[in-house]
């Protein structure tokens, strides 16, 4: 349920597989940080694994790769980074004359085009016409969306955020300096000096 998403069926597997993990886990690494991601990251590939089974009971051709368990990170980057815009490639060709460039998708609106798209493909493997586990990805990508939508829900996404954020973080701006800071920019002086009279009180004396 777990070992097969460390597997691969060739060196462009692995490296395609790598390169979407790169793209959209390193963001929610740092979102939730890295225990969590990984946890997440273990319950996506069961995730895509059941889902496997259930298109193909009784089946005896073997799941391999990881792809499962990075569609579930591309489902929970849909709803966490939905705003993020992503650059895309495209090339094609017209009589032989080569035509190239890129263009911009906000991820709301790619990423669930591509689980339509992945979707409608699972059901040309259900039927033994494909050898690519499509089933997997729409498994991950739901499980993974779910997750995300939990976690905002109970507002641990935030919490998670806001510990991955402290735990590589070595400067906190004192909250009475920002208290001040914000008071001057209102045009309260005596206000900001407060704070400020509260932040020097609380602060060690040094000799010299």
């Known amino acids: 349920m777990v070992s097969y998403a460390f597997l691969h069926g060739g060196w462009m597997h692995l490296l395609g597989n790598l390169l979407f993990l790169w793209l959209v886990g390193l963001n929610l690494e740092d979102r939730?940080?890295?225990w969590r991601f990984l946890g997440f990251y273990l319950v996506g590939a069961v995730a895509a694994a059941l889902a496997y089974r259930l298109w193909h009971p009784g089946g005896d051709v073997p799941l391999v790769g990881a792809s499962g368990a990075i569609a579930a990170a591309m489902g929970a980057f849909t709803l966490c980074y939905a705003s993020v815009r992503i650059r895309f490639f495209y090339?094609?060709?017209?009589?032989?004359?080569?035509?190239?460039?890129?263009?911009?998708a906000a991820a709301w609106v790619a990423l669930p085009l591509w689980f339509a798209e992945?979707?409608?493909l699972s059901l040309l493997e259900s039927r033994g016409a494909s050898g690519v586990a499509y089933s997997a990805h729409v498994g991950g990508f739901v499980v993974g969306a779910l997750t995300a939508l939990?976690?905002?829900?109970?507002?641990?996404?935030?919490?998670?955020?806001?510990?991955?954020?402290?735990a590589v973080t070595t400067f906190r701006e004192e909250p009475e300096f920002v208290d001040a800071q914000l008071a001057s920019d209102r045009g309260e002086p005596a206000a900001a000096l407060?704070?400020?009279?509260?932040l020097f009180a609380r602060a060690p004396d040094h000799d010299g």
């Open 118 to 120: 992945q979707l409608l």
């Open 32 to 34: 939730w940080g890295r």
């Open 194 to 198: 407060r704070h400020l009279d509260a």
């Open 150 to 166: 939990v976690l905002r829900a109970t507002g641990l996404d935030a919490r998670f955020s806001r510990e991955a954020d402290e």
């Open 91 to 104: 090339a094609y060709w017209i009589f032989l004359r080569p035509r190239w460039g890129t263009f911009t």
